[in-house]
Structure formats: structure tokens, C-alpha cells
């Protein structure tokens, strides 16, 4: 008589995480937003959920208006700091509740909750200010052991 069988458990595997970098062609922050705009309309169409970490509360708001404020055929549904839900959230520099999903950080300073997150997304123009930050964040991934990626528009 044999023993009977029993299933093994396979392990987990560890969800890798993945970090990009988007390099903006331009210098001024509306072509950043337009990015932003088309980043998260793909987004919500893959029905994924998305943080989008802005430098200051102000931001966020500043941002909300502005799609509330886009033609109803473009509009992203979303809510500030998890106001009602909504698959896309827009926070000031804290998140509180993260979506585990997709983080676009538009923060300067490295985003240290980004392992909460399957896809970290950062955004960056020409700016002197923003390239030296992003080469910071750079770093931070790489001494991680995040080997992000790099995707140049409109070069």
C-alpha cells in the first residue's frame, strides 16, 4: 500500500518589480502632463489601479481640476486621496493607502513605498532639476537592485 499523495505547494515567486523611466524631449511641465494624461488613460483602460505621487498636495489638486476639466469623451476617472474610489487616486507626497498596482511618481525625492508596487513609472522633462533628482532616484533603484528601464520620447 502506498501513502497517499498530497499536492507540494509551489513557492511563491517573489514579484519582481518593475521600474521605468520615462524621458520626456521637451523642458516645459505641460508636455510632462500631456505624458501623464496618456500614461493613465492606458492605464485605466487595462483596468489596473494607479497612485500618481505628485510633489505637493496643491499638485494633486491643481491636477483633478484639470481633468475635470477635459472633454468628457477624454475624461480619467479618478479621485484625490482616496476621496471616493476610483481605480486611479492622485495623493500629495503621502500615500496613505497604496494600490499594491502601479505607482507614477511625480515627486522629485525617491519614492520609498515604490516596493508596495508591481510598476513603479517615473516621468521626466529636460529640466536640470528634474534630471538631477531622476538620476538620484536612478541610483536609489540600482543600489536596490532594481534595473530599471529607459524609454526616451520624442527624441
Known amino acids: 500500500m502506498t501513502a497517499p499523495q498530497t499536492e ?3 513557492p511563491l515567486k517573489s514579484a519582481s518589480k518593475d521600474v521605468l523611466f520615462y524621458v520626456l524631449n521637451s523642458s516645459d511641465p505641460q508636455s ?3 505624458f501623464l494624461n496618456k500614461l ?11 497612485d500618481v505621487r505628485f510633489e505637493s498636495e ?10 475635470w476639466n477635459a472633454q468628457p ?3 480619467i476617472p479618478h479621485s484625490v486621496a482616496k476621496q471616493v474610489p476610483a481605480s486611479i487616486q ?3 507626497e503621502q500615500i496613505a493607502k497604496p494600490s499594491r498596482d ?7 525625492e525617491f519614492p520609498s513605498l515604490f516596493e508596495q508596487y508591481q510598476r513603479t513609472i517615473e516621468i521626466l522633462d529636460q529640466s536640470d532639476y528634474l534630471i538631477k533628482m531622476g538620476r538620484e532616484r536612478w541610483k536609489a533603484y540600482k543600489a536596490k537592485g532594481i ?8 527624441f
Open 8 to 10: 507540494q505547494a509551489t
Open 32 to 34: 510632462r502632463e500631456v
Open 40 to 50: 493613465l488613460k492606458k492605464i485605466w483602460a487595462e483596468k489596473r489601479r494607479c
Open 58 to 67: 496643491q499638485d494633486a489638486l491643481r491636477y483633478d481640476l484639470t481633468l
Open 73 to 75: 469623451q477624454s475624461f
Open 90 to 92: 492622485l495623493y500629495g
Open 102 to 108: 502601479v505607482l507614477i511618481n511625480l515627486h522629485p
Open 147 to 154: 534595473e530599471a528601464t529607459v524609454h526616451k520620447i520624442g
